[in-house]
């Protein structure tokens, strides 16, 4: 039986590094798929490099997709319709959907009892005390605690279930892995049969990891918003890399994940204030705390 980690690439060099070691007693391999363009539809360049990590170049697996979804829809990039706004969410989806389907371009050489790790690039599972052949339940979702700009700058009091895994004989597709919400239904929910998102058969995983988000110079993360996801959020907001070094100095991010995704004008204001607090070293990867010299500016100087 092997393990194998997935993930989608932006451009993330260092924390793919960090998830290289800090997964490299427990991973048999690591499959990579970049896109040719930003989830905002934006060409770019190839960035990932598996030259960057040559202890593990071999056990590395890149996928590079070219095309765009064919059910892309078009919008007037004059309007500013909530129509519009709606549809730009759309398309952001599908890319992101298609990205991380494309992982399974390799799975031919992956066996039924095999498990399969899906994280976005910004989130590392914790499989320190994970016995994968005890596991009875056919999926797994991870734990994990948030992080903002720093490595021990966390956002207190909110659990992030981003890790999910499953055995290949298990897998829908990579996207449906993704989409499993964190909550455990009785067996009576025949409801569950239907849908693609609630399942019976799950585990927990506490402790599950970390969700290093935004690990970036102000520049990167105003890049970043411009192009994921919410990127058509990001955009009426007005935050601008002025703002971005203020919250990085002062401890705050502008996102309230406490509203409603839908009242996005609430949830996501530069007028927002929600405190990050610093960790102790005792949270983090045994990775991160042996080499904070080596990523020392991206530690809190809080002492």
Known sequence: MKIFDCTTYFNEPMLFEIRLNVLDKYVDEFIVAEALYTHSGQKKKINFNKELYPKFKDRITHIVIENEPENIVSTDPN??????QSIYRLNAAKRIELQRNSLAQVFDKINYEDWIIYSDSDEIPNLTNLNFREINKKFLLFKQSMFYYKFNLSLPMLD????????????TTISELRNIKPKKYGWWRFDTIFKKNKFIDIKVINNGGWHFTEIKTPEEIYIKHSNDEHHDEFDRTGINEENIKDMIKNRYIPYDHSIDQKDWEKKWNKDNRIKLSVVPNLKLPEYLINNKIKYKDWFDQYE
């Open 79 to 84: 309007s500013e319709e909530i129509s519009n």
């Open 160 to 171: 992030w279930y981003g890790s999910k895994a499953c055995q290949y004989k298990n897998l």
